[in-house]
């Protein structure tokens, strides 16, 4: 479950195309995904995505050669129906409510988002067709970005002029 966490976490990907990925795909810098959900439609077939450093160093230290990169206790692939009901487990036993593998990619997307990147630079990441997409994923952290510029605005506009003695 670590992994398949780390790879939502730090990719933004789907929970099939995470299940998707193979040793292979990931070659010690950038991980290779093919969006199945917006392959068919897209112009961009697979995107390259650079491991995050705690997802390159979780990936270095996997005991992997072949095979894919999530699989379950007794070394097989995973369906997405028993794949769920694994996530959902290990969220509940570490005390989290509502918490969804899809909101991994959500949180991607803020993560970016708060970092300061821009829209195209997290479409290459999440691999949106549209920069409406992105905005879903990303409209809080940018609403908590302005409210922040503007409060620091205030503040400012708040202290006495040192001249005013």
């Not at 899809?102 to 803020?110: E, F, I, P």
Request: glycine share 8%; aromatic share 6%.
């Amino acid at each position: 479950m670590l992994t398949a966490y780390l790879l939502g976490r730090y990719t933004g990907q789907r929970r099939g195309d995470v299940l998707k990925m193979q040793r292979s795909d990931y070659d010690g810098r950038f991980i290779r995904v093919r969006p199945n959900k917006t392959r068919k439609r897209s112009k961009l077939k697979e995107l390259w995505i650079p491991a995050h450093k705690k997802l390159k160093a979780h990936l270095d230290n996997l005991n992997i050669e072949i095979g894919p990169l999530v699989f379950s206790e007794r070394g097989r692939r995973y369906s997405l129906s028993h794949f769920s009901r694994e996530f959902a487990a290990a969220v509940a036993n570490a005390g989290l409510v509502n918490r969804s593998f899809h909101g991994l990619r959500h949180g991607a997307g803020v993560a970016l988002a708060e970092a300061g990147c821009t829209d195209e630079e997290i479409q290459a990441i999440l691999g949106h067709r549209s920069k409406a997409m992105v905005q879903l994923h990303t409209q809080h952290a940018r609403q908590k970005m302005l409210a922040l510029s503007a409060m620091a605005k205030v503040e400012q506009s708040d202290e006495p002029d040192e001249n005013e003695d």
